[in-house]
């Protein structure tokens, strides 16, 4: 299997899980710009690797603080190195960040946000490095 990673800035990355088969009993599990912290570390199970990524039918949905939501398709996101800061899943404005991830498991799947249910096949899958949609009451 393989680890997907996302940070508050919204730097998103899938690292194989050989990797983190080492002898030393820590090791750093991502690199991290300055004031960026990891926000979610999710298993992939059965993914299958390809050169451009990983290729699963299915999709993460990242949440911004200020209520924007992006579905990127899986296969969007690079397989990269552990050592690798990673590659931007979603465009934020300025003084926002990621605070929730979603790995939607079918087509029911829903979260209740501003009192309000939130299908995540709702929201349009886009490619990732957007800002996304901003969901109201």
Known sequence: GSLLFVTAQAM?????????????KTVAATKLSAGDKVIAVEYLQGSKQTEGG???GGSILIQSEE???????????????????????????????DIHVYL???????????EKE??????????????????RR
């Open 12 to 24: 998103v990355k899938i690292v194989e899980g050989s990797e983190f088969i080492v002898q030393k």
């Open 54 to 56: 990983i290729q699963a």
């Open 67 to 97: 209520g924007y939501f992006l579905r990127v398709p899986l296969a969007d996101i690079s397989l990269k190195k552990k050592t690798a800061i990673g590659m931007r899943g979603m465009s934020l404005r300025e003084g926002d960040s």
């Open 104 to 114: 939607p498991k079918g087509a029911e799947d829903s979260i209740i946000y501003k």
């Open 118 to 135: 939130l299908f995540f096949n709702k929201i349009k899958l886009m490619s990732r490095d957007k800002k996304g949609v901003k969901v």
